[in-house]
């Protein structure tokens, strides 16, 4: 019987609101029991002091990237996996933009054995190894969760509908592209057939005709920096349209990637006449805003582009509000070579799966813009519920879906220390504070 004490470790538990010191008894991969302390424990239980560490349900991430099939240079499933568990992820969701693209029931079946087969491997490797939990950052004995979204349309092109029905009977986590849709009857026919299927949709709206050769958000920046301008109604006009449709035909979506603050005000008011969406944001866009890019940083380059103060400050307010009700993270890897270009010429998107937590705590949980429960419930019960699943919680009797984490320890961000097989980051060769310590998944432990 595997047994584990944390003692006087700060709990964050989203689902019931709790922020507070206790210790917590892990038996099994299950919790026990959670108490201000506790005396008796069976014998061989491992006892760790955990004075100043962080533990609550394992996070979520709502859409990533896989290079796997096509890519496998910019990040395969098994280093995809590795990442995610090392920052704290026991659940992550990738978009189906991967090539081939996962349009089809044999590659949903596909990209599903892919990810049990490596975690097989993994929990194999991990029993015959020699690293023990004692380790500064210890080899998983098991990965993080695998989902997929399967693609509303044929090899993503935004053309033609795929068998929307037919992959509905597969193990998908819901339905999404990944890219703007731009053909408002093509949207309508989407809607109106996954009504009945009643899973998760999720759109992001922004119109690419607006964006034009635009690469980051139009607005002073843009002209101090001499690059071409994305107009904030590139999103805003998209997104009406959108709210339209969605408010006739009753379907419910999750609208991705939201950036402007008009955006939110747009959902806001939608949110108010009872319009069935909920929204993301990801969380480079709470993080910074166009001011940074005067580095010309090739990292900086993202779709959509990041926005202007007033966009930043109404985004982590959004957060705050549950208007925004989830931080996606939309981990984009790439090569070396391919993002070692100008600022204009670069694919936009970073990666951030064992950045995030870190970085999001300490410029907005260390500074009072947000309490430690509303980025905890931003990053794990509230994205699950967005994919239509149950959250993790911190209870007796509930499997231990944890994530313990370090807000105080600091660690270089470099090859070396990264588990995702990217590196293309603003913060590549930097020091950050924080750090995920220990991840639990289930009733398996990493």
């Not at 913060?427 to 998944?441: A, P």
């Amino acid at each position: 019987m595997a047994s584990e004490l944390l003692q006087q470790v700060r709990v964050l538990d989203p689902v019931s609101g709790s922020d507070r010191v206790a210790d917590v008894l892990l038996v099994d991969g299950v919790i026990q029991a959670i108490a201000d302390s506790i005396a008796a424990y069976p014998g061989e239980t491992q006892v760790q002091d955990c004075r100043g560490l962080v533990l609550g349900p394992g996070l979520v991430d709502l859409y990533s990237h896989s290079g796997e099939p096509g890519f496998e240079e910019r990040e395969t499933i098994a280093s995809l996996l590795h990442a995610a568990s090392a920052g704290g992820f026991t659940r992550i969701a990738v978009l189906p933009d991967t090539n081939p693209a996962i349009d089809n029931p044999g590659s949903v079946a596909w990209l599903q054995g892919k990810g049990r087969e490596v975690r097989r491997t993994e929990r194999e490797r991990s029993q015959t190894s020699d690293s023990t939990p004692h380790t500064p950052h210890p080899i998983p004995h098991n990965l993080s969760h695998l989902y997929c979204w399967a693609a509303l349309t044929l090899d993503v092109q935004g053309q033609q509908m795929t068998e929307l029905g037919e992959l509905a009977t597969t193990d998908l986590v819901g339905f999404a592209d990944g890219r703007s849709l731009t053909n408002l009857l093509l949207i309508r026919r989407l809607l109106e057939y996954l009504k009945p299927l009643a899973m998760p949709v999720a759109l992001w709206a922004s119109d690419s005709n607006l964006v034009g050769n635009g690469v980051m958000r139009e607005g002073q920046a843009s002209l101090r920096f001499g690059l071409p301008g994305i107009p904030t109604i590139a999103e805003t006009a998209a997104l009406s349209a959108l709210l339209e449709c969605i408010e006739i035909i009753g379907t419910p979506v999750h609208l991705m990637r939201l950036s402007t603050a008009r955006g939110v005000e747009l959902v806001r008011a939608a949110k108010a006449r009872g319009v069935a969406v909920t929204a993301s944001t990801t969380w480079m866009h709470l993080l910074l805003n166009s001011d940074a890019i005067g580095s010309y940083d090739p990292n900086l380059r993202l779709s959509p582009p990041l926005g202007n103060p007033a966009d930043q400050n109404a985004l982590v307010q959004g957060v705050k509000d549950s208007v925004i009700d989830a931080i996606a993270i939309d981990h984009t890897p790439y090569t070396y070579e391919e993002k070692t270009v100008s600022f204009a010429e670069t694919p936009p998107g970073v990666i951030g799966l064992e950045l995030a937590l870190p970085l999001l705590w300490q410029a907005l949980v260390e500074t009072g813009t947000l309490s430690a429960l509303e980025l905890w419930r931003s990053l794990s019960n509230r994205p699950a519920l967005c994919l239509q699943q149950k959250p993790a919680t911190i209870a007796p009797g509930q499997p231990a879906e944890l994530t313990l984490f370090d807000p105080q320890q600091p660690w270089n961000v470099d090859a070396r220390s990264l588990k995702s097989r990217s590196s293309n980051t603003p913060w590549l060769r930097q020091e950050i504070k924080g750090r995920v310590v220990r991840t639990w998944i289930g009733n398996q432990i990493l």
